[in-house]
């Protein structure tokens, strides 16, 4: 599955270019040279994924705005975006899903914070999980590719997060939110351990 178009800058922060187009999802520490914004996706509203600082690094006057209902306002022309929602971007098609943690109020499901599925233009399906545990929704999601947590603490753990890919079955698994605040390689060596089909561990860029 091809994959060298799909950067993960860290943590749960992603550059995802598709033809000239640069997408980012939850933009933080980023290097002073990343390329500049087209479309920014905000999964929720913690510091360490809604980072205006590293928004206004990449933003230009063209650049598009998907956030969730708390975030949005803060975005001058943010499209607000609600769990189970379907968004036009050009050739790309967008749609969330729901994150919220089960058990903890780190993610609270009220606060209809999400996670995104986009369909790039070569018709290949990104799924970023957001901030999220294991939750029933994510077993209906049909994608070719799924960024998923695997720290623990405020998301799912590794041996979730591969037994939850086991269920949705996407064809590569990219472990992401380790590395920083919370998990470590050897929690991403564990969701490649547990989920069946491939897994790629990239190294941050910064």
């Known amino acids: ?21 640069q997408i980012y999802i939850d933009p933080w520490k980023l290097a002073a040279n990343s390329p500049k914004a087209d479309v920014i996706l905000i999964t929720h509203a913690h510091y360490d994924h809604f980072s205006l600082d590293d928004i206004n690094q990449l ?14 306002p803060k975005l001058k022309g943010s499209k607000s975006v609600l769990p189970d929602g379907k968004y036009e971007v050009g050739e790309i098609s967008l749609s969330t899903v729901p994150a919220y943690n089960l058990g903890k109020e780190f993610h609270p ?65 990219i472990p992401m939110h380790w590395g920083d605040i ?3 390689k050897q929690d991403a ?18």
């Open 1 to 21: 599955m091809e994959h060298k178009h799909i950067h993960w800058l860290g943590h749960a922060s992603f550059r995802i270019q598709d033809g000239s187009l």
């Open 59 to 72: 933003r230009k006057d063209t650049t598009l705005f998907f956030a969730p209902n708390d975030v949005a």
């Open 109 to 173: 499901k009220k606060n209809k914070w999400v996670g995104y599925i986009m369909t790039l233009s070569s018709g290949q399906r990104i799924y970023h999980s957001g901030d999220t545990d294991a939750i029933p929704e994510m077993r209906s999601v049909r994608t070719d590719v799924a960024l998923l947590p695997c720290g623990g603490t405020y998301t799912m753990a590794a041996k979730e997060a591969g037994e939850m890919a086991n269920i949705f079955k996407p064809l590569l698994v």
């Open 182 to 184: 919370v998990g470590s």
């Open 189 to 206: 060596e564990e969701v490649k351990r547990v989920f069946k089909g491939e897994t790629i561990i990239k190294t941050p860029e910064r």
